[in-house]
């Protein structure tokens, strides 16, 4: 069993940048495509960006492709999501999760592990 932890959440104002971190206990995530996913108050969560085993592959949710940066670090563990020009329609609870599959994906029904989510709030 695999155990995700994200960190790096918090307040920022508009037009800034936060960096989430997303480590995993437990389990490898060697072998595993990531995401990142966020929930916003009253929305259904909704895709932000994944990354394959080598991070050789990525994908982008339109809104937020060019200001985010999804990235891993398999020797670490970790994976990051660099968040820039960051606007209040950002704000949400970020999760992570880990596939079950190598491959990348953008649907939530794609991934079996996930995080309990760091929360980001961009004010205006």
């Known amino acids: 069993q695999v155990q995700l932890v994200e960190s790096g959440g918090g307040l920022v104002q508009a037009g800034g940048s936060l960096r989430l971190s997303c480590e995993a206990s437990?389990?490898?995530?060697?072998?595993?495509?990531m995401g990142w996913f966020r929930q916003a108050p009253g929305k259904e969560r909704e895709f932000v960006a994944c990354?394959?085993?080598?991070?050789?592959?990525?994908y982008y949710a339109d809104s937020v492709k060019g200001r985010f940066t999804i990235s891993r670090d398999n020797a670490k563990n970790t994976v990051y999501l660099q968040m820039n020009s960051l606007n209040p329609e950002d704000t949400a609870v970020y999760y992570c999760?880990?596939?079950?599959?190598?491959?990348?994906?953008?649907?939530?029904?794609?991934?079996?592990?996930w995080g309990q989510g760091t929360q980001v709030t961009v004010s205006s």
């Open positions: 999760a880990r596939r079950t599959y190598y491959r990348i994906s953008n649907l939530p029904k794609d991934y079996d592990s």
């Open positions: 437990g389990r490898t995530l060697s072998s595993y495509a």
């Open positions: 990354i394959s085993v080598s991070g050789g592959s990525t």
